[in-house]
């Protein structure tokens, strides 16, 4: 069986910085594509950032491109996300999620894709 467990999430002012950890337990992590997504109240699941295999591929959201850093360390089996210069938009619930495709060219941006999910971390950015 395989597990996410995130972490890392919080209450920040605009304009700072968190990091997000998400650990993965069970099975081999480097066998894994694993993205960000976020999710708001109301709203539907969104991709975040991603990265491939072995680290040689990311992608990021349109909205957070240039402030977020999506990176992975396959010998402690953990995918994080750094977040600076942090808006009040940005708060929302934060998933990791893993895809065990074989192949993939690059992480994809569409939910149902994704194998397994965490439980999610809460990002409250105030004004």
């Known amino acids: 069986q395989v597990r996410l467990v995130e972490s890392g999430g919080g209450l920040v002012q605009a304009g700072n910085s968190l990091k997000l950890s998400c650990s993965v337990f069970g099975r081999t992590f480097s066998d894994y594509t694993m993205s960000w997504f976020r999710q708001a109240p109301g709203e539907a699941r969104k991709f975040v950032a991603g990265?491939?295999?072995?680290?040689?591929?990311?992608q990021y959201g349109d909205s957070v491109k240039g402030r977020f850093t999506v990176s992975r360390s396959d010998g402690d089996a953990t995918v994080y996300l750094q977040m600076n210069s942090l808006k009040p938009e940005d708060t929302a619930v934060y998933y990791c999620?893993?895809?065990?495709?074989?192949?993939?060219?690059?992480?994809?941006?569409?939910?149902?894709?994704?194998?397994?999910w965490g439980q999610g971390t809460q990002v409250t950015v105030s004004s």
């Open positions: 999620a893993a895809d065990y495709r074989p192949v993939v060219v690059a992480p994809s941006t569409t939910p149902s894709t994704y194998d397994y």
């Open positions: 990265i491939s295999r072995q680290g040689s591929t990311t």
